[in-house]
């Protein structure tokens, strides 16, 4: 559910709780498979993704984290969640992944990521563009969460951007000027469940992502 923040009207607004899901089956290899090219289908645990082999893990891990974003909302909605392979693989069927003739993949793609779970989760979900932080926050401020479009590199705020969007990250509210947000390849536990002042979030933020509504329809 979201809460308010009574005494700081329209400046607080978050949802709790959101339990995080990362798009890697071990959360503690993500350093690894980030920065000292570790093989993410060497992960042990990769049969909890819902993967019916090592080889599909492999595959299709790395192009997960909107599904471990849904399978947040999800979670919080419901309590539980479709395991992430079968989420993608819904998504995939219904056009949200395109697999392309040199093997490489196309997607998220959102207009179909939208229709599915819709469908198939009973989800109010909207594509939305050109967004600032103000517009994210008035999005949270309605009761909505937005999966966000980030360079993947804001687990590493310490540094300088090094661009926007391709990623996506789970935004779930604010508080006092910061973004709070889960990361599905957070490197630390800090990074997974993370916050950021609204301007540095921006300065990893491509403006775009889906906006959901964390209730059945």
Known sequence: MATRCGACENTSTLHEPVTPVTQYATPELIN???????????????????????????????HACGMACLRMVLTHRDGDAPPL???????RKAGGYVEQADGSVKGLIYAPFVEYVRDTHRLDAHVRTGMDTAALTQELDAGRMVIASVHKEIRRPERPAPG?????????????????????????????????????????????????????R
Do not use: K, Q
């Open 32 to 62: 690894a498979i980030a920065y000292e090219g570790h093989d993410p289908g060497a992960d042990p645990a990769w049969a909890v993704s819902g993967a019916v082999s090592r080889e599909e893990y492999a595959r299709w891990c790395r």
């Open 85 to 91: 392979l079968e989420l993608l693989h819904g998504v």
């Open 164 to 216: 926007r969007g391709g990623h996506l990250v789970l935004v779930i509210g604010h508080h006092d000027g910061m973004v709070h947000f889960r990361n599905p390849s957070g490197h630390r536990p800090d990074t997974v469940t993370a916050h950021l002042p609204a301007e540095r979030f921006a300065e990893f933020f491509a403006g775009r992502g889906i906006v959901v509504t964390p209730a059945r």
